[in-house]
């Protein structure tokens, strides 16, 4: 099958010879949104523990889940070299002395080839960026930006509560030092339509992103997002409705943007809505096959980077 998208698998696999895994790690770390420096309760969606790592237990450091994570891969997927990824909450909420212990536990062993922080933009300065700028000398590194929307009316109603503008600020503090920054995208978020949802694709051409990671929107138990899907405030996306906004948003990508995620999945005990989230294998499938029926490519709709 001709690959139709510029997809993270073969990125890694062409810079390091090899199929490349992310080793999820959590710092312990949480958000300004949570712990009531901005608001209390997360995100309407928020529930981190379907990200938790495998076996993960409080008690574990950066060193035991790192290497408890590797030597299960590789038994797995017969891997060999791997991305130590902080993806839990907000992995740049900490003084930058803890923030550098932390990263530099994660690179620490052999078959490590390269770092990934993901974090909220407004949570990023200067001292953090030189730190993973300096960083980036050493091993292979992006970072990775929860935008989620470019519209603020959104942003708002999900309770991000940080704006599009401190995206746009973190990311050209990120590109000064050349630090790779990958945008994270949720489609599906109510009150949006197909429109509202595109021209966050067109924003993200025009910004000149490294890379992007798609989401649909996973309705969880024990959320603010659940209640409002219960009493029917909007309803979420359709299998199909959702592969062809992939294929539309894809089209106004720039073919050199990276795609780490086209979709995510969640275990079913998790999950309220929508089943079909439950298998990411089934969602690729779908988005590959309508990207040969409707013969689409990634970048067919060219933009001017700003």
Known sequence: MIKRYNSLSDF??????CKVFKVSLNAGLTCPNRDGTKSVGGCIYCNSEPMMPLNYSDSMGIREQLYQGIEYIKKRHNAKKFIA????NTNTYAPVTTLERLYKEGLNHPDVVGLAVSTRPDCVDNEILDLLA????????????????AHDKTLKLINRCHTVKDFTDAVKMAKERKIPVCAHVILGLPGENREDMLSTARFLANIGIWGIKLHHLHIHKDTKLADMYSKEEFMSLEFDDYANLVVDFLQEIPEDVIMHRLCGDTARRFLIAPDWSVNKFLILDR????????????????????
């Open 12 to 17: 890694l696999k062409n810079k390091f010879g």
């Open 134 to 149: 300096k960083l980036a000398k050493e091993k292979f590194l992006w970072f990775e930006l929860g935008l989620q929307s």
């Open 287 to 306: 988005i590959n096959k309508v990207l040969e029926e409707r013969d689409a490519w990634q970048g067919m709709k060219k933009h001017s980077k700003l």
């Open 85 to 88: 990824y902080f993806q839990i």
